[in-house]
Nanobody, 117 residues
Framework: QVQLVESGGGSVQAGGSLRLSCTASGFIYCMAWFRQAPGKLREGVARITSEGTTYYAPSVKGRFTISRDSTKNTVYLQMNSLKPDDTAIYSC??????????????WGQGTQVTVSS
């Protein structure tokens, strides 16, 4: 069982930046960020393998950067040029696979990101 603890998030004005962190209790191959806005389906934002292979949703590509520090079992999501549409609860997720599975096995508690215009 892997536990995920998130930090970061908060409120920022449009155009601003925030960084989210998520620390896993042990090594896990794939770490990812999802988000869910009120009234919308959960959306995959970005994911990264232990080798550093990354994927970004088109809506955040070029603005968000996912990275990980394997020595700390921590994944980061640097969010720049934030827009009001980025407002959502952001959740960290992890699994032994990054693609092709039904869903991610492990989830963090979620952290609110609010972007005001």
């Amino acid at each position: 069982q892997v536990q995920l603890v998130e930090s970061g998030g908060g409120s920022v004005q449009a155009g601003g930046s925030l960084r989210l962190s998520c620390t896993a209790s042990g090594f896990i191959y794939c770490m990812a960020w999802f988000r869910q806005a009120p009234g919308k389906l959960r959306e995959g934002v970005a994911r990264i393998t232990s080798e550093g292979t990354t994927y970004y949703a088109p809506s955040v590509k070029g603005r968000f950067t996912i990275s990980r520090d394997s020595t700390k079992n921590t994944v980061y999501l640097q969010m720049n040029s934030l827009k009001p549409d980025d407002t959502a609860i952001y959740s960290c997720a992890a699994d032994d696979l990054c693609w092709g599975q039904e869903g991610f096995k492990y989830w963090g508690q979620g952290t609110q990101v609010t972007v005001s215009s």
